[in-house]
C-alpha cells in the first residue's frame, strides 16, 4: 500500500503531482485547486485567505490522517504535525529579508550591501513576501515614496542595486549537510508593471557563474538548518554571485528541475528530511524551461486543457475568463540546448493560445 501525504500552501499543485509521480497518494489543501491538480489528487480543500489555511489543514487530517505533510508558501511557518520539511523555528529568519540579509553577512556569502534611505539608486523590497512581486528600484526618495505607497508602507530595506542574471539553485538539506542539485536561471516578468516578480525558468543555468553559485548555495544550504529541498536566489555578474534569498520549502522552478533531471524531486526532499543525500550530483538531461502565461487580450477557455498537461500546467477550467495581462497558466518546453528549449517553449504557448481561441 503506497504511504500517504498532505501536500498545502497558498500553490500546491507542483508539488502534489511531482508526489503522485513518485507514486504517493496526495491530498491537497490549495488556494487555486487548478485542474491539473484536482486530477491527480485523491481529495482536495480550497482556501480563501491564509488565515483559513491552519483549519482546512485540520479538517484534512481528521479526514485522511495521511502518512505526511509538506507545505509550501503561505504555510511555512505553521506548527504542523507530520511535517517533512524545514521546521516552522528555522524557516522564519528567511522570511524576513533582513534577517536573511545578516545571516548571510554572518557566513561570508556575496551579497549586496545594505543601504541607508538617502542612497540611489536602490532596490526596493518589503521584509516579507515572495515572488519578487513587489521589488522595485528606486532612483530617488520621491520614487521610494511612490513605491512606499504601492506597497502600504509595509516594512521594507534597501539595498545595492546589481545589475545581472536573475538565477536560482536547487538544494536538498539535512539540516547539517547539503548538496546543490541543480542551477536555474530564473524569468522575470519585466516591463512596467511588476518587472522584478518570478515568471518562469530555464534548468540548468546556461551562465558562466553557475558553478560558482551552485558552491555558494551548497555552503548556505548546509549552514541555514533547513531540511528538504530549499531554494536560494542569486543575482549572477560576470565576476561573481550574489546570495538574494533563501526559500525554505519547495520553489516555483521544480518542474524545470524535474524536466531537466528526469529525477523525482519530491522523493529526493523526503530522503533529505531522513538524512539521506545523493552520493553524485544529478546530471541534466537537456535544457526545460517554464513561463508563466499572461493573456494576450480579453479571452475565455471555452475547452478541456488538460489533453495539453504535458505542456502546460496551472490548467484552468472551461469557462474560465481572463482579462488581458492576467496569469493564465504556465506553458513548458524542454531541447538540447537553451535555444532549442526556448524554442519548443514558443512552439507550445503558440498551440495553447491556440486551443483557447478554438
Not at 490549495?30 to 485523491?42: N, R, S
Not at 517533512?84 to 540579509?101: C, I, V
Not at 550591501?113 to 539608486?121: A, Q, S, V
Not at 548555495?217 to 543575482?235: L, N, P, Q, T
Request: glycine letters at 8%; one cysteine or more.
Amino acid at each position: 500500500m503506497s504511504k500517504s501525504v498532505l501536500v498545502a500552501g497558498f500553490t500546491t499543485r507542483h508539488v502534489a503531482v511531482s508526489a503522485a509521480k513518485a507514486g504517493y497518494t496526495v491530498y491537497a489543501v490549495d488556494h487555486f485547486c487548478d485542474a491539473d491538480l484536482t486530477a491527480v489528487v485523491k481529495d482536495h480543500m480550497a482556501f480563501d485567505e491564509l488565515e483559513e489555511l491552519p483549519f482546512a489543514i485540520e479538517e484534512m487530517m481528521s479526514r485522511h490522517n495521511p502518512d505526511y505533510v509538506v507545505t509550501t508558501s503561505g504555510a511555512e511557518l505553521l506548527d504542523v504535525p507530520k511535517r517533512l520539511g524545514t521546521s516552522p523555528a528555522a524557516a522564519e529568519r528567511f522570511m524576513d529579508k533582513g534577517e536573511t540579509q545578516k545571516f548571510f553577512e554572518e557566513i561570508g556569502i556575496p551579497v549586496p550591501k545594505r543601504l541607508e534611505r538617502g542612497n540611489y539608486p536602490a532596490m526596493a523590497k518589503t521584509l516579507s513576501g515572495a515572488g519578487g512581486w513587489r521589488n522595485a528600484v528606486v532612483h530617488s526618495e520621491a520614487e521610494l515614496l511612490e513605491w512606499l505607497e504601492f506597497v502600504q508602507n509595509e516594512p521594507f530595506m534597501l539595498q545595492e542595486f546589481v545589475e545581472g542574471t536573475p538565477a536560482s539553485v536547487c538544494c536538498l538539506a539535512t539540516g547539517g549537510k547539503a548538496v546543490a542539485l541543480c542551477t536555474n536561471m530564473q524569468i522575470l516578468r519585466g516591463g512596467d508593471f511588476c518587472p522584478y516578480a518570478f515568471s518562469g525558468s530555464m534548468t540548468p543555468c546556461p551562465h558562466p557563474m553557475a558553478s560558482r553559485m551552485a558552491d555558494i548555495a551548497e555552503k548556505i544550504a548546509a549552514e541555514s538548518g533547513c531540511v528538504g529541498c530549499i531554494g536560494i536566489d542569486f543575482v549572477l555578474t560576470d565576476t561573481e554571485a550574489y546570495a538574494i534569498e533563501i526559500n525554505p520549502r519547495f520553489q516555483g522552478t521544480l518542474e524545470t528541475v524535474e524536466g531537466a533531471l528526469g529525477l523525482s524531486i519530491f522523493q529526493l526532499h523526503l530522503d533529505a528530511c531522513f538524512g539521506i543525500l545523493p552520493e553524485r550530483p544529478a546530471v541534466p538531461e537537456g535544457f526545460a524551461v517554464r513561463k508563466i502565461l499572461t493573456a494576450p487580450e480579453d479571452m475565455t477557455v471555452k475547452t478541456d486543457l488538460l489533453p495539453l498537461s504535458d505542456i502546460i500546467t496551472d490548467i484552468p477550467y472551461p469557462g474560465t475568463t481572463f482579462e488581458k495581462g492576467q496569469v493564465m497558466f504556465s506553458v513548458l518546453g524542454k531541447g538540447d540546448t537553451p535555444d532549442a528549449a526556448l524554442a519548443s517553449l514558443d512552439k507550445h504557448i503558440s498551440l495553447a493560445v491556440q486551443h483557447i481561441k478554438e
